[in-house]
């Protein structure tokens, strides 16, 4: 399999060749044809994991229907757009030297229970032309199995070799260990998961990791903040996407303010009719309501994703305390913070280190195409490469073309031509 995978990098056009164009149109134009196909091997899964007694916000992510189509679609289409913006870079020096991307190589992706995941994974390296593994959870083996079928078409359609996109029907641990060895065919391993699974992958394997996940992340609110803003923006930075990785999980109260903001948090709530679980130091500090569930923080839930429409609110001293807190208990993805007070907010930024710090908005402003920078397919905690939104630009490296006409380097220190 990997030398198919190695010959079809070797075979794909040029970063910029049309074919890529068409197989945007081919992928769209085929998920249209097969989308009811595609929604019955969902249901499939689906049916599985209730059968397995698995949550319904899980079961939720695996979930196939038409917002999914919707924007499956209109990724393609924003990707479609992206590859037709003029790459070239500016000749610099004397020797005009010039930049040129170049694809990364083989791109080992693993990832969980997101069939949709697989669209973007057998999209985005693709037409940038990258050869990509595909291994997705067990969860989504029925639709994975279409999907492979609906990708391996548009790749035909398209005129691209047929092993730019394999997907993996096999969820033997084993065999992903002996993948994450091989160094001489896999040049890049993006899993997007869970920190156990980065940390699999990483221990497992000398292939770089552009590490994707782990979204352990807080909101300090300060006494100086809006109380109504951060109600709502703790809101919007959980509920719509309560499993994503740059959810909210734990809200750092000041604490002269714990009360006013668990209170306002809960009208908010109550307001949006919007039912969700808060976990706070004493359960009685305030009265829940019909939407709002109050449950008692434990030792535990320190440094934890809840996975579901849980949010805990912990009240801190001050600054120093939320940032210590976060330092020791955050992944490095998104942290946020309210303040009205400049200089709170100007000292949150300096000593948070994360992919993103998000000052007075939604903790899920962190998005490629929300912060204007296109298509992404993971948002990367890693320092190497890219930290943050992977976008297009993230899925390839770079080759530099030298215009020498002629020119030698001559004797060492010599930077004259000959």
């Not at 279409?146 to 065999?175: C, E, F, K, Y």
Request: glycine residues 8%; aromatic residues 4%; neutral net charge.
């Amino acid at each position: 399999m990997l030398e198919q995978v190695r010959a079809a990098l070797r075979a794909a056009p040029p970063i910029g060749s049309a074919a890529y164009l068409r197989y945007c149109d081919e992928l769209a134009a085929a998920l249209r044809r097969e989308w009811k196909t595609v929604r019955e091997a969902n249901e499939a899964d689906l049916h599985a994991m209730r059968a397995q007694g698995q949550s319904d916000v899980l079961v939720e992510r695996v979930r196939l229907a038409d917002p999914q189509f919707d924007a499956v679609l209109a990724l393609i289409d924003s990707v479609r757009q992206a590859l037709l913006e003029p790459q070239e870079g500016e000749e610099v020096g004397p020797l005009r030297a010039r930049r040129i991307r170049k694809p990364l190589g083989v791109v080992f992706m693993i990832y969980e229970a997101r069939p949709t995941v697989t669209v973007e994974g057998a999209l985005l390296p693709v037409v940038l032309g990258n050869a990509v593994i595909l291994r997705g959870g067990k969860e989504i083996s029925a639709s994975n199995r279409v999907l492979a079928s609906v990708v391996a078409g548009a790749l035909r359609a398209a005129g691209l070799p047929g092993s730019m996109v394999t997907i993996l029907d096999d969820n033997d641990r084993s065999r992903l260990r002996a993948l994450l060895k091989r160094p001489d065919a896999i040049d890049v391993v993006l899993p997007r998961g869970g920190p156990s699974l980065i940390d699999f992958c990483r221990r497992g394997s000398t292939i770089p990791v552009i590490a994707s996940g782990g979204g352990v992340n807080h909101l300090y609110v300060h006494a100086s903040a809006d109380i109504g803003l951060a109600a709502r923006i703790v809101l919007d930075s959980k509920l719509p996407e309560p499993t994503a990785c740059n959810t909210l999980e734990t809200v750092l109260c000041d604490d002269r303010v714990l009360s006013t903001v668990v209170e306002s948090v809960i009208a908010e709530a109550t307001t949006q009719r919007q039912s969700c679980t808060l976990k706070l130091p004493v359960a009685n500090l305030v009265p829940g309501t019909e939407f709002v569930t109050l449950t008692t923080l434990a030792e535990h839930d320190r440094g934890r994703e809840f996975l579901d429409r849980t949010i805990a609110i912990r009240p801190v001293a001050g600054l120093d305390e939320a940032v210590d807190f976060v330092r020791a208990n955050g992944s490095g993805h998104t942290e946020g913070v309210v303040a009205t007070d400049r200089e709170v907010v100007e000292q949150f930024c300096s000593h948070v280190d994360a992919a993103a710090i998000v000052c007075n908005g939604s903790l899920r402003l962190h998005d490629g195409p929300t912060m204007g920078l296109g298509p992404e397919i993971s948002i990367s905690t890693g320092r190497l490469h890219v930290r943050g939104p992977v976008a297009l630009d993230a899925l390839t490296t770079s080759a530099w073309v030298i215009k020498a006409d002629g020119a030698l380097r001559g004797k060492p220190g010599h930077q004259g031509r000959n």
